[in-house]
């Protein structure tokens, strides 16, 4: 495997890893403020962006888990097509940023109350959130760009896995090349007719009696010697 599709899958793993993290402490967070607040307060407020932002978690977590699992098992699969992809992270970058947005414009009173546990947690789920929004618009820009740079727009093209695009090429390059390839050998095992040059046509001439058995020439009369 090349190092590029190393790097995604990695990228992946990575980010299965710190959406499993996001998800934990945005779950403590959202714990502590119902114990302080009360669940009412905390589903009429902004603080209740931490249950978008858990959501989210769950969501990348359960994605890249499936991706790797996939990837393992049929690399080929449709839903690990391109197109797929960059859909499925498109969605958990936008996810991921609006709820992070959203906790966020409770930092000030998380500033206010930094004494207590589910301020601290809220900033860490800001901060996480904010980081795997960026990780996963990374991995995102960098699928679009190099399939658009290097294999186009067309749907075969986006209908592939992008690591095996990166490994075989796209399904049209891959199918000129094999046309291209029969083509040759064709053309150089076929001798055309009109390089056998200065060969006389063959006539099938059957001989006739007369050259077959050629008459014996008539033998001389013997002489007779006269007698006196």
Not at 44 to 71: E, K, M, P, R, W
Request: charged share 5%; hydrophobic share 55%; with cysteine.
């Amino acid at each position: 495997m090349s190092f590029l599709p190393l790097l995604t899958t990695g990228l992946k793993a990575f980010a299965a890893f710190w959406s499993l993290v996001t998800l934990a402490v945005s779950a403590a967070f959202i714990a502590q403020s119902t114990e302080v607040f009360g669940s009412d307060f905390v589903n009429h407020t902004n603080l209740a962006a931490g249950n978008a932002l858990l959501a989210a978690s769950v969501l990348a977590f359960l994605y890249f888990i499936a991706v790797l699992v996939i990837q393992y098992i049929r690399p080929e699969h449709l839903f690990l097509a391109t197109l797929v992809d960059t859909s499925f992270l498109g969605f958990l970058f936008i996810f991921f940023l609006g709820s992070a947005a959203a906790l966020c414009t409770e930092a000030d009173a998380f500033s206010f109350w930094s004494g207590w546990k589910f301020a601290s947690l809220g900033s860490a789920s800001i901060g996480l959130g904010f980081v795997a929004a960026f990780l996963v618009l990374g991995i995102l820009l960098l699928e679009v760009i190099y399939t658009l740079r290097h294999y186009g727009r067309s749907y075969p093209t986006w209908r592939t896995p992008f690591n095996q695009l990166v490994a075989y090429g796209a399904p049209g390059s891959r199918v000129a090349t094999a046309s291209g390839t029969g083509a040759s050998a064709g053309a150089s095992t076929s001798v055309p007719m009109e390089t056998v040059s200065g060969s006389a046509p063959v006539t099938n001439t059957v001989p006739t009696i007369q050259t077959q058995i050629a008459p014996a020439p008539m033998a001389a009369p013997p002489t007779t010697a006269t007698q006196v």
